[in-house]
């Protein structure tokens, strides 16, 4: 089991940058894929970044190649997202996710079992 805490979520102008933290407890997370998705206002949740347990996989959706940048710190048990260049369309809740699938060298998987509450950010024009 993990529990997922994620934060760093604020309102900043277009073209800035913001870091959200994904912290967790349980002792086996460090052995999980994490990712990050987000939920737009009257949108479906979409996949943004995933990262395979040891760091070394990471895998984005094409709207943020180039911008974001998911890594872990396992000694931690926390999940980084860097998100630079912000655009107005990345207005979203972001929530951390884990896959309870052990040392796995995937970074993207369909669905995931542990959640954060979400954190808002918000991209002024």
């Known amino acids: 089991q993990a529990q997922l805490v994620d934060s760093g979520g604020a309102l900043v102008q277009a073209g800035g940058s913001l870091r959200l933290s994904c912290a967790a407890s349980?002792?086996?997370?460090?052995?999980?894929?994490t990712a990050w998705s987000r939920q737009a206002p009257r949108m479906e949740r979409e996949f943004v970044a995933g990262?395979?347990?040891?760091?070394?996989?990471?895998h984005y959706v094409d709207s943020v190649k180039g911008r974001f940048t998911i890594s872990r710190d396992n000694a931690k048990n926390t999940v980084y997202l860097q998100l630079n260049s912000l655009k107005p369309a990345d207005t979203a809740v972001y929530y951390c996710?884990?896959?309870?699938?052990?040392?796995?060298?995937?970074?993207?998987?369909?669905?995931?079992?542990?959640w954060g509450p979400g954190t808002q950010v918000t991209v002024s024009s």
């Open positions: 349980g002792r086996t997370f460090n052995t999980y894929a």
């Open positions: 990262i395979s347990w040891s760091g070394d996989n990471t």
């Open positions: 996710a884990a896959r309870g699938i052990t040392r796995s060298s995937r970074p993207y998987y369909p669905g995931y079992d542990f």
